[in-house]
Nanobody, 120 residues
Framework: QVQFVESGGGWVQPGGSLRLSCVAS????????MAWYRQTPGGQRDMVAR??????????DYADSVKGRFTISRDNAKNTVYLQMDSLRPEDTATYFC???????????WGQGTQVTVSS
């Protein structure tokens, strides 16, 4: 059973940075297309960054709202996916989740997420 555990969230002032981590157990992340998603209370869960699997050249996509500010990456040795978030804005406030895109589309394997709050 594959499980994902997110961490690294917290409170930060506008313009600040955070790095989120997603550790996987029970699966090899480099073989998965992984993505970071975020959700606000009462809102839908939207993808913000996607990292294709190794056999798809690890290509990367970002939502327009985070392009140029967020960076997704993967450490194969640690079986971990990261989301570096810079120049944070209040509208980035949300609970952030990671998941294999395949599982996300099916609606399962969601973890607890990590809360990010951007405010002054």
């Amino acid at each position: 059973q594959v499980q994902f555990v997110e961490s690294g969230g917290g409170w930060v002032q506008p313009g600040g940075s955070l790095r989120l981590s997603c550790v996987a157990s029970g699966g090899n992340l480099k073989l998965f297309t992984m993505a970071w998603y975020r959700q606000t209370p009462g809102g839908q869960r939207d993808m913000v960054a996607r990292l294709q699997s190794l056999n798809r050249d690890s290509s990367i996509d970002y939502a327009d709202s985070v392009k140029g500010r967020f960076t997704i990456s993967r450490d194969n040795a640690k079986n971990t996916v990261y989301l570096q978030m810079d120049s944070l804005r209040p509208e980035d406030t949300a609970t952030y989740f990671c998941n294999r895109e395949l599982y996300a589309n099916r609606g399962d394997h969601w973890g607890q997420g990590t809360q990010v709050t951007v405010s002054s």
